[in-house]
């Protein structure tokens, strides 16, 4: 590709929910076409794309009808087989490419290119099988997790373990290559969400701090709060690893910071993350925005917030005792909603969320978690 990718060219995404739904919405208010590309039909993205693609992701002819279809791929989800992502990468640019996609789809990977490029993590083993478990207890020491090495969020696929009598039950609930990881007692939970061009640039939204529910991402305040020099270094390290992976587009960097005030990577998303939703209405360009222009080989937006702001997650768990109540939610001002049009709301699946901006951190998180309560449900 030799200049930029202008309005009226068209977008591939890989993947076809939320966050591709997120980025198509984007894009189309910005004049490009959008193909998406996933085993679903109907979907949260496809709904709102020109084009949706139902296929396996092992699908490869389908795969390359699509590419030929469109300017640019990029991705909303990173489990994709590496042979669909080579034989797309032939027909059209994929950002970020394979290197960012190989390295983060698996964790065992991804732990060993942090720790060789000489980034934080915590201690960690191979545990290729059984036998393995028990050394690597022996060396990680406990409490510890034992976490599955291929695909695997939102805390799916890994179980704590206290002590070598949990051991047995812990592999046996894995049944795969996994990896053992040092238990951290931290602080808080941190991501950095950023972007980098396609000339090398890099811009980003700060730290913000995330907690989680039953290993799903509940609430996300921006900023972070956290000390000037601990920030700096979270952006720092983010910076690093963007460029070794020479990502293109937007990802998303998760750390511990540890009751000890290190920081330590948790994991790395090659694409917008859900930390990053706030910056729709909360900063000057949002996350989807930016990975539609650093994708295109366009100028990165500016990344400044106005003010602080907030992003709680609405799970399918409030549905539970019927539709929740959008009016009053709405009745907390300065509260924005967004749901993702999927149908069916299951215990534990992302349905949408409410981001808040205030005057102070604490006040948007407050306005956030209150609309959210008023809603009802679980
Ligand atoms: P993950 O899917 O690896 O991002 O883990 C999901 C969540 O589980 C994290 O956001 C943490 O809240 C928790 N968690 C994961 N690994 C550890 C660990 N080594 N020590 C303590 N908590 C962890």
Known sequence: MSGPLL?????????????????????????????????????????????????????????????????????????????????????????????????????????????????????????????????????????????????????????RISGPEDAGAAWESLGGEAVLEAWVVFEMELSVVAARGTSGLFAHYGAVRNTHD?????????????????????VEIAAGIFEELGIVGTACVEFFLTTGGDLLVNEIAPRPHNSGHWTIEGAATSQFEQQLRAVCGLPLGGTHRPEPAAMANLIGDLWKSGEPDWTAALSVPGVSLHLYGKKEPRLGRKMGHLTARASTPEEAARKAVEARESLGGA
Do not use: C
């Not at 039953?214 to 979270?234: S, Y």
């Open 7 to 159: 309005p009226g060219a068209t977008i591939g995404v890989l993947g076809s929910g939320q966050l591709g739904r997120m980025l198509a919405l984007v894009a189309r208010r910005m004049g490009y076409g959008v193909h998406v590309f996933s085993p679903e039909r109907d979907s949260p993205a496809g709904r709102i794309a020109n084009r949706e693609w139902s296929a396996p992701y092992e699908d490869l002819d389908a795969a390359r009808r699509f590419a030929r279809g469109v300017d640019v791929v990029t991705l909303e989800f990173e489990n994709i087989p590496a042979g669909t992502v080579e034989e797309i990468s032939a027909l059209a640019p994929v950002r970020p490419g394979l290197r960012a996609l190989q390295t983060t789809q698996n964790r065992l990977r991804e732990k060993e290119f942090l720790r060789e490029a000489g980034f934080p993590v915590a201690p960690f083993r191979a545990v290729p099988d059984r036998a393995s478990l028990d050394a690597a207890m022996g060396e990680v020491g406990v409490p510890a997790v034992l976490k599955t090495a291929g695909f695997g969020y939102d805390g799916k696929g890994q179980t």
């Open 214 to 234: 039953r290993h799903i991402l509940d609430l996300t305040v921006a900023p972070a709060g956290v000390p000037p020099e601990v920030e700096e270094e979270a």
